[in-house]
C-alpha cells in the first residue's frame, strides 16, 4: 500500500510507468488502495504441513538442532490492477528482451534467448515478428552494437579488442557490420564523436 501511495506522491503511474506486486495476498490489504495490488498467494497450506513436520522432528530429537531457512511454494499470482496484463506474446518478448539487454555482449544466439524461456526457437521468431517488426537476431546485434559505441564515446579502450568485449565473434565480423551500418569505420567514428 505504501508503495503505491508513494508512487502517486512522486507522480509515478501505477502500473504505467511501475508495477506493484504484494506478498501474502491479504484482500483487504490488496484491495483498499487504488489501484488494486496483485499479488503473490502463498501456500498456506503446504507451509503448515512443513512446520509440522519440523516441529515434529525436533520435539521426537529433543533437540533445537541448527536454524536453517525453509522455502514454500507459491500457489499463484493474484493479478489485479496494479500490475498490466500482457498477452502471452507480450509477455515472452519482455522477457526476451530483459534476458537480451543483460546478456548480448556475452555472445548469446536466438537459440540461448529461446532455451532460457523454454520456448522453440520457431515460437521466439513467431513472437518478435508480430509484436516487434523485428527479429530476434536483430535485436541482440543492436544492443551489441549500442555497446561498441558506448565504448567508442566514453572509453579509450582498444578497437582491436572491442569484439572480444561486446559479444562479436571476431574482430573483422564487428569491422564490417559497423562500416555497413555507420558508413564509416570505428576509429572514424570514435574521432567524430570526440570531436
Given amino acids: 500500500m505504501a508503495v503505491v501511495e508513494a508512487a502517486k506522491a512522486a507522480g509515478i503511474s501505477v502500473p504505467g510507468k511501475i508495477s506493484v506486486l504484494g506478498i501474502d495476498n491479504d484482500p483487504f490489504v490488496c484491495d483498499s488502495v487504488s489501484p488494486a495490488i496483485s499479488s503473490i498467494e502463498p501456500d498456506f497450506h503446504g507451509e503448515g504441513k512443513t512446520a509440522a513436520a519440523l516441529l515434529d522432528r525436533m520435539v521426537r530429537s529433543r533437540a533445537l538442532g541448527k536454524p536453517r531457512s525453509v522455502f514454500s511454494d507459491v500457489r499463484r499470482v493474484v493479478l489485479r490492477e496494479s500490475t498490466p496484463r500482457l498477452p502471452p ?11 537480451i539487454a543483460k ?12 532455451a532460457r524461456l523454454g520456448i522453440s526457437r520457431t515460437l521466439l521468431d513467431l513472437r518478435f515478428r508480430e509484436t516487434q517488426k523485428t527479429t530476434v537476431w536483430r535485436l541482440i546485434t543492436d544492443v551489441k552494437l549500442a555497446e561498441v559505441e558506448r565504448k567508442l564515446r566514453q572509453t579509450r579502450v582498444s578497437i582491436g579488442i572491442l569484439h572480444d568485449l561486446c559479444g562479436f565473434p571476431n574482430a573483422n565480423a564487428l569491422k564490417n557490420l559497423f562500416k555497413s551500418r555507420h558508413g564509416m569505420s570505428m576509429r572514424q567514428w570514435r574521432a567524430m564523436r570526440r570531436g
Avoid: W, Y
Wanted: aromatic share 4%.
Fill in 103 to 114: 546478456h548480448a555482449t556475452e555472445g548469446i544466439t536466438p537459440a540461448d534467448v529461446a
Fill in 89 to 99: 506474446s507480450e509477455n515472452v518478448v519482455s522477457r526476451a528482451k530483459e534476458f
